[in-house]
């Protein structure tokens, strides 16, 4: 089901599926920045990531001993959620453990998805509590894809993204079937900010980035039009569009975590980059999206 916040400038529209972020359109203009979904490129909008982010070596991992397997970015995308908290300008939304989740997360949980509206700035929280007796590890992220172009009359090659600071990011490399290596490198970038899009920046998958600015800004050359986003509590970033297309998107996607290594099924508990938290306790961890 979908659900409406707005205010004088901006509206929202969130859907219960995933409490997935399904539009962003500015009133003055009724420009949509959120990427609307194409069975040629992808048909995502903003998926919200739990308890994983990325891909599981052969789809898989272990805890206690035990195997379990899961899909790509976890269950949260694809799981119906309930509206808990709805006001002209604020929505939240639940998820707990099922029988489903159990079997391949053998963990009792609950995450509240939360939006709230502030001028053009959309605040996105993920907000997990532990209701199990054991320490719960999870992985939170978003993967918001926005239109580009933004303008009629531009093409992607006029878009580029720009970081807050001139902070020396590092690349994940990775291997040719979308996992990490291990391996790390400066990622360079125009002016020590900017990094210009062209749709073969992804030919082989996403470009994964670590000790980032905690900020990044969609610009174009030729009009004003920018999505900002700020995501100081996460520790990755991936870029990203359908490889080896035209497609017309760009996600922007800020994550507490990183992909598996490549030829190794993770033992949840020593898996890199991902929150330990103990039982009866509360983790927040919020990103904004700023559009105009």
């Known amino acids: ?110 995450i509240v998805i939360g939006y709230e509206l502030e001028a053009q700035t959309v605040h996105h929280t993920f907000t997990v509590e532990n209701t199990d007796t054991k320490d719960l590890i999870f992985a939170v992220g978003g993967h918001p894809g926005f239109n580009v172009p933004l303008t009629d009359g531009e093409t992607f090659e006029d878009y580029f993204v720009e970081f807050d600071s001139d902070k020396q990011p590092q690349l994940v490399v990775m291997s040719d079937t979308c996992f990490d290596t291990g391996y790390r490198r400066p990622f360079p970038l125009e002016d020590s900010c900017r990094l210009p899009l062209r749709h073969d920046l992804f030919n082989v998958d996403a470009i994964f980035l670590t000790y ?35 497609a017309p998107y760009i996600c922007i996607e800020p994550w507490y975590s990183v992909p598996s290594y490549d030829g190794e099924v993770d033992d949840l508990e020593q898996k890199q980059l991902m929150v330990h938290l103990a039982p009866d306790c509360v983790y927040e961890n919020t990103y904004n999206i700023t559009v105009g």
């Open 212 to 246: 980032m600015s905690d900020g990044i800004t969609l610009r174009s050359k030729k009009s004003d039009k920018f999505v900002h986003l700020y995501y100081p509590d996460m520790n990755a970033l991936g870029l990203w569009h359908k490889p080896r297309t035209d």
């Open 1 to 110: 089901m979908l659900y409406t916040i707005e205010n004088e400038r901006v509206q929202v529209t969130v859907n219960s599926l995933g409490a997935e972020l399904w539009s962003i359109k500015t009133k003055a203009d009724n420009c949509e920045y959120i990427w609307q979904g194409d069975e040629r490129y992808w048909m995502g909008r903003a998926y919200n990531l739990f308890p994983i982010c990325g891909r599981l070596f052969e789809g898989k991992y272990t805890y206690q001993g035990e195997t379990y397997e899961m899909k790509l970015h976890g269950f949260l995308r694809n799981a119906e959620t309930r509206l808990v908290e709805q006001s002209e300008t604020s929505l939240a939304f639940e998820l707990t453990e099922t029988a489903e989740t159990l079997a391949q997360y053998p963990f009792r949980f609950r």
